[in-house]
């Protein structure tokens, strides 16, 4: 069912010259306070020392404790501290200003925070990415003398973020695992009972993931299965000795009919469904997580769990529609990305009468043409994607921006809630939209090498691909 590939499958290692020198950087010139890597305009950003002297004052125009330690505490370091998933913590004012030289050029070509969407598309909740504003501070600090300041001037803190959610049930994988460390990379799906005592339907409106050991759990997916398909799903977790079962595309089995319920990467704070709004999920449902590890060389060992805020009732009731076209599923070269082909791009344009959208809307209990509300959006490629778009509009006409994931990173995919959310009407088209580069230079790795460029199609494997638009809709108020 599932085209296991042997050996450690990577993508391919980071191209970014960019990354490469920041890495050197960090080894060899970090200490000196040398920059290299091209031209460096983040030391031509002077203007601030320059103003401070010429007012006579000597007041620094940006300290540590005012203006950058609260920028690196809300965008930073969610990942880089101790334990988190990145590879170095950048808690404290040593640490920070210490690798000054290496963060500079990261922050300046927006590779960190790690944030895809392209806030030109739309505006989204919950943003990792710097504002200008905010990236010109760190930037002009970074090129002057750094001071720390005093910690009085931090500015207060605002207290718990009003994103926490309170959840009714906490779900947790049934036993820990521990992946090998001899894979770079595993993906690995847990079969979930629903909790017993939950006799009734509920609606989920709010979930967040609880990685059990931060320092591998790179993101996690998770899925609903009713208790008719579960044989399927119970299969491919019987076939494998240890807890889960080796998943990379998604739960399986193929054009299975799990659907999708919440999903996780680093950084991310819980999911809060609009107030009213939830998405149904009746008793004898089993979660699926597909949890996504990144093992550091040590045996580390993962008990992940979910929590859920569920209502009795909801006024709006909720779907996720992975969005795609029904002739791809089948394999047969109808999203072909031919061998050595370094732009491929397919598109499918879903109206009301697309199989997906109708039975999501038949799970709702509306009419077949009801508007439907686009809360957030997300995009599922494998290796191979490059760049991701999602819009909406009449054929033809003018087409709103839902998603642009410009520079697609298969380690990065998560679900973007809009600041303003999207009426899908009667008569409009989403547009899902896939690019792939599937050149001689893009291949991913194989125990070290390179694999030969073929012709690729939809598919579970590693170096299958698939192209999904994740939207979460409701009835539109
Ligand atoms: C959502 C988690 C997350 C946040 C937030 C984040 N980072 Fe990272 N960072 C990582 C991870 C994980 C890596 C390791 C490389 C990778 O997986 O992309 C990394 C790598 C880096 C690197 C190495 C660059 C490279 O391409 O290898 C730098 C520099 C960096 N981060 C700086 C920052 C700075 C500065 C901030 C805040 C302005 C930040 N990061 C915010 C997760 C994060």
């Known amino acids: 069912m599932f085209e296991h590939q042997r050996g450690v499958i990577t993508p391919k290692p980071t191209s970014s010259s960019q990354a490469a020198c920041a890495w050197t950087m960090l080894g060899l010139l970090a200490a000196a306070g040398l920059t290299a890597c091209g031209d460096d305009s983040a030391s031509s950003t002077s203007d601030g020392a320059t103003e401070s002297e010429t007012e006579g004052d000597s007041e620094p125009r940006l300290t540590w404790y005012r203006d950058v330690e609260p920028i690196v505490r809300t965008k930073c370091t969610k990942c880089h ?125 709010g979930t967040e993931i609880y990685p059990g050991e931060t320092r591998i759990v790179h993101h996690v997916i998770t899925y609903a299965v009713t208790p008719a398909d579960l044989p399927q799903y119970q299969a491919l977790d019987d076939a494998e000795p240890g807890p889960g079962y080796t998943c990379f595309g998604g739960p399986g089995p193929t054009n299975g009919t799990a659907r999708w319920v919440g999903g996780w990467v680093p950084g991310q704070v819980p999911f809060h469904a609009p107030s009213g ?23 580390l060992t993962d008990r992940s769990s979910i929590g859920l805020e569920l209502a009795t009732a909801v006024d709006r009731r909720a779907e996720i529609l992975p969005l795609t076209d029904i002739a791809w599923l089948a394999s047969n070269g109808s999203m072909l990305i031919p061998a050595g082909e370094p732009e491929v791009t397919h598109e499918v344009r879903a109206d009301h009468s697309h199989p997906i959208i109708q039975s999501a809307v038949n799970r709702l ?39 642009d994931i410009p520079r697609w990173d298969f380690n990065w995919q998560s679900n973007y809630i809009f600041e303003q959310p999207v009426i899908f009407r009667s008569g409009q088209e989403i547009g899902v939209q896939c690019w792939w580069d599937n050149s001689a230079d893009n291949q991913p790795y194989v125990d070290g090498q390179p694999v030969e460029s073929v012709d690729r199609d939809w598919g579970d494997g590693t170096l299958d691909e698939m192209c999904l638009g994740v939207l979460y809709v409701a009835e539109a108020p």
């Not at 508007?371 to 994607?385: K, N, R």
């Open 365 to 403: 209990g509306l009419a077949a043409d009801a508007d439907l509300e686009i809360i957030s959006a997300g995009m599922h490629m494998h290796l191979f994607g490059t760049r991701g778009r999602l819009e909406v509009g009449a054929p033809g006409g003018p087409q709103e921006c839902l998603l």
């Open 81 to 205: 501290r101790e334990g988190g998933i990145a590879p170095f913590s950048l808690e404290g004012y040593e640490a920070f200003t210490g690798l000054s030289s290496f963060l500079a050029p990261a922050i300046e070509d927006e590779v960190m925070p790690p944030w895809p969407p392209d806030n030109e598309c739309r505006a989204y909740k919950h943003t990792l990415s710097l504002s200008p504003e905010q990236q010109q501070t760190l930037l002009e600090y970074m090129a002057g003398e750094m001071p720390e300041g005093d910690p009085a001037d931090a500015p207060p803190d605002e207290g718990p973020p009003d994103e926490e959610l309170v959840p009714d049930v906490v779900i947790e994988m049934p036993e820990s695992y521990t992946p090998s460390t001899s894979v770079e990379d595993d993906y690995r799906c847990f079969l979930i009972p629903w909790p017993e005592e939950i006799q009734d339907t509920r609606y989920i409106t």
């Open 277 to 299: 709004v939830g998405q149904q999920l009746d008793p004898g449902t089993t979660l699926v997580m597909q949890v996504h590890y990144h093992p550091i060389g040590a045996e």
